[in-house]
């Protein structure tokens, strides 16, 4: 007889030999049992997790001589004839390479001739996702109301791709991904059947490169079994499946938890220098930091544990961690992970992640609550914020006063005397009197009125309806946390992140975050409401779940808007009105005549 591969020598021949889907096989069995089973169901769940082979055991046990019955006896001439395929009566159709429609009326004329060597024609439609939407519409009214004799069993690994009105006409039933360990047991059963010494680490290795996949499982290891034949070593898997050993693992974990860069970028050179994938290398390095994150949270958890066990050298890297930190780096290289797929530098952007891994500083969260206590108290006791720079301050909030001796301001709209002019001998002022010096820090009183528009007009964009009082501890903490908005809108979508990224936040007040752009293009793209809806939930995140909206403007807006809320107009306008226009104008003539002289100068009114 042929050689056959292990995954068709070990295929289930019976429900209780399909592995880690007992939520399918019970409730099967149970229908069998009552005679309550359905004319149309559903497989769907990653490849590999016994779709397949379910629907052929469910084809056997309600054909079997003996039964329906809850297991097939797999003795019968119905039961063999299934296992072989030689029963006309149960056909196995792949929707991959029968998808067009005239297979599918073909299909519906023969339903409805009676089945000849069994109770039951089956229908078993493998990858149905595949079909088109024209044999969709032929099955429909046949997978509706079919004959009595007649049971579809669609499987898939894609049931979102199906029409609603095909998954509304079956009993669904979701194939999930097994567990580890459910995986090494079957090894192991395997492994003792065939007479096979394997090495308990190198079970776990299967199981993982698997993942989640039996028939993947049992593919890895009749491959691993040729190329160590009775003996199977994790070495052998390491060298054949390209991942990295733990001990180098753990190597890469203590340079990152002992800020040793050279260190680990020279583990990270030696590997891809052996030819290491950086994809497998990355996935390699995620699975080890979260198998340490795994230890430290829930250490005794078998159902989370992918490990054979925590060996000494693992527990010993464990320790010199934190899971806080473990979480940071994981989230550092999943970012990582997901840029891979559209760089073509894989290699500069793994060396740059061990960089910034081996850089990232652990944080203690009670020094923390520490610190945030003690500003809590300072600010209950009424402690003054530090002085803000008159460029920087928001809305009608004046810069606070330096420690002095108050000084009386004077109204803006009063104007003081006019000094005489200066003697002629001098060509420029050597003082000017004290009312007529426009200060950098201006110390005039708030304004009166209530609305912190100026007298007079309406701020640009719209931004008095807006800013009426902006809080400068809330624009510090969108400040503060900016980059982590930017990185949640990319995640979202990358497209928002890039227009958002080339503006500024500038005031917060009013359920409003107010960012200001340098181009009209940005400002009215970002706007847009299929950007502003990732946007905003952003932004309502980062203010503790309190809604606020996107207010986009001109930087140049802003600017003027500064001006006109602080009571003033821009430096230009008010070095003008600071000089008297007479004064001015002999300024000038002074400075005239001593570059040219008197005789040679006219003033013309």
């Not at 049992?33 to 769907?44: K, P, W």
């Not at 992140?497 to 107010?514: R, S, T």
Request: glycine share 6%; charged share 25%; aromatic share 6%.
């Amino acid at each position: 007889m042929a050689y056959l591969a292990l995954y068709r020598e070990w295929r289930p021949q019976l429900f209780r030999d399909i592995v880690g889907q007992e939520h399918v096989t019970r409730t099967l069995q149970n229908a069998i049992r009552q005679q309550r089973f359905a004319h149309a169901y559903l497989f769907n769940g990653p490849r590999g997790t016994g779709k397949t082979s379910a629907a052929k055991i469910l084809s056997k046990a309600i054909n079997c001589e003996h039964g329906p019955a809850e297991e097939p006896c797999n003795e019968c001439h119905a039961c063999l004839g299934i296992t072989k395929g030689t029963i006309m009566d149960v056909m196995e159709i792949d929707a991959a390479s029968n998808r067009g429609v005239d297979e599918i009326r073909d299909l519906r004329d023969k339903v409805k001739f009676a089945p000849t060597e069994v109770r039951y024609k089956v229908y078993i439609i493998d990858e149905v996702h595949m079909l088109t939407t024209e044999a969709f519409n032929a099955l429909l009214k046949t997978l509706e109301e079919p004959p009595q004799h007649v049971m579809f069993i669609l499987a898939t690994t894609e049931p979102h791709k199906l029409p609603a009105t095909i998954i509304s006409r079956c009993q669904r039933f979701d194939f999930r991904r097994i567990m580890g360990r459910q995986i090494v047991d079957r090894l192991r059963y395997i492994a003792d059947q065939k007479a096979v010494q394997v090495e308990e680490e190198a079970y776990w290795l299967v199981a993982r490169a698997a993942e989640g996949g039996m028939r993947d499982a049992l593919s890895i290891f009749d491959q691993v079994i040729s190329f160590g034949g009775d003996q199977v070593r994790a070495s052998d898997i390491i060298a054949m499946v390209g991942a990295i050993g733990t001990d180098v693992l753990a190597q890469l974990a203590e340079g990152v938890a002992e800020h040793d860069v050279p260190r680990a970028l020279g583990i990270i050179g030696n590997l891809m220098d052996k030819g290491k994938d950086v994809g497998q290398l990355l996935h390699d390095i995620v699975t080890y930091f979260r198998d340490l994150l795994m230890y430290k949270t829930v250490p005794h958890l078998e159902e989370v544990s992918d490990r054979a066990n925590y060996d000494r050298e693992f527990v010993q890297v464990a320790t010199k961690f934190e899971a806080p930190l473990l979480i940071q780096l994981i989230e550092q290289m999943t970012q990582v992970q997901n840029e891979l797929k559209w760089q073509s530098q894989g290699r500069l952007l793994l060396e740059m992640l061990i960089v910034r891994l081996c850089q990232t500083q652990s944080f203690d969260p009670e020094s923390l609550l520490k610190r945030i206590q003690e500003l809590e108290q300072k600010v209950a006791n009424g402690v003054p914020a530090a002085p803000t720079p008159t460029g920087q301050a928001l809305g009608g909030q004046m810069p606070t006063q330096p420690p002095g001796p108050a000084r009386s301001p004077q109204p803006m709209h009063q104007q003081p005397p006019v000094a005489a002019p200066m003697p002629q001998a001098s060509p420029a002022p050597q003082q000017e009197p004290e009312p007529r010096q426009v200060e950098a820090t201006p110390t005039r009183p708030q304004p009166p009125a209530a609305s912190p528009a100026p007298q007079g007009g309406i701020a640009p964009g719209g931004l008095d309806k807006i800013v009426t009082q902006p809080s400068p501890e809330a624009l510090a903490h969108v400040h503060q946390f900016w980059p982590r908005v930017l990185d949640d809108v990319k995640a979202r979508k990358i497209t928002a992140q890039a227009w958002l990224l080339a503006g500024n936040p500038v005031a917060v007040d009013n359920g409003y975050i107010v960012v200001a752009f340098k181009s009209p293009i940005h400002k009215e793209t970002v706007m847009k409401p299929i950007h502003r809806e990732i946007i905003e939930p952003v932004f309502a995140q980062l203010m503790n779940g309190q809604p606020h909206q996107l207010f986009a403007v001109m930087e140049s807006e802003w600017e003027k808007f500064q001006a006109h809320f602080q009571g003033s107009a821009p430096p230009a306008e008010v070095q003008e009105t600071a000089v008297p226009k007479e004064e001015a104008k002999d300024e000038l003539v002074e400075r005239a005549q001593a570059l040219f002289g008197s005789e040679h100068l006219e003033v013309v009114e």
